[in-house]
């Protein structure tokens, strides 16, 4: 049997764990922009509080991903919430790194005539930074997403959903017929959720970035 054969005897289930894959790494994804734009927009504007931001997601990325999973099921147990927090996690420092770097390109001319007409700093935050660094911004978002791809298929080890499955069953079959395939259909699943997120994030940078500003 080939590999198409095969992948047409069981393509609802890829179909199944693809669908699961992409939101679990929505929702990391998602709550890394709700905590590390926030945690930026605290810390751009002093050295000290940079350093901190920075230097503590870089962190995170240094813990192996295996090592992490296996921390969090004492605290949240198997399946979806230690997924969840892991990827959220590692998917900070590029929306910190991003955002922190967007804001502080802001040229600062422009920041000072916007004071100049008595706007507050929460204004100045909201309607003049932000917006000017929302392309760097989402930035970030994009490679944070590639790299949460790869991740959640690691979640498979504790029994998280998505793709991860499909691989680690090949992996644990090996030598069975049919264990590189199932291999194969996890990495070409996340292959194309990898095209796909990339094409979405684009658009949306497009759709989102003030006409003035677009490259």
């Known amino acids: 049997m080939s590999f198409w054969e095969y992948l047409s005897s069981n393509y609802l289930e890829v179909i199944g764990y693809t669908v699961e894959h992409a939101l679990l790494v929505l929702q990391g994804l998602v709550l890394a922009v709700l905590i590390g ?4 927009v605290l810390t751009y504007r002093t050295a000290l509080g940079r350093a901190a931001a920075i230097n503590s997601t870089s962190l995170i990325m240094t813990i192996p991903s295996y090592a992490l999973f296996g921390l ?56 003049i930074e932000l917006p000017l660094a929302w392309p760097v ?64 994030i684009a658009l949306l940078t497009r759709l989102t970035t003030p006409r003035g500003i677009r490259a």
């Open 37 to 40: 734009v926030p945690l930026a």
């Open 72 to 127: 969090l099921i004492p605290l949240l147990g198997l399946g979806t919430a230690p997924a969840i927090v892991a990827l959220t996690l590692y998917g900070l420092l590029p929306v910190v790194r991003n955002a922190i770097v967007g804001l502080r390109e802001v040229d600062p001319a422009v920041a000072e005539s916007a004071r100049g007409v008595g706007m507050d700093r929460r204004g100045l935050l909201l309607s």
């Open 137 to 200: 911004v989402l930035a970030g978002v994009r490679v944070s997403a590639q790299l949460l791809l790869g991740i959640a298929a690691i979640s498979a080890a504790v029994n998280g959903p998505g793709l991860g499955n499909l691989i680690l069953s090949g992996l644990s079959s090996a030598g069975t017929p049919f264990a590189v395939y199932l291999a194969v259909e996890g990495i070409l699943g996340i292959v194309l959720l990898a095209i796909v997120f990339d094409a979405a």
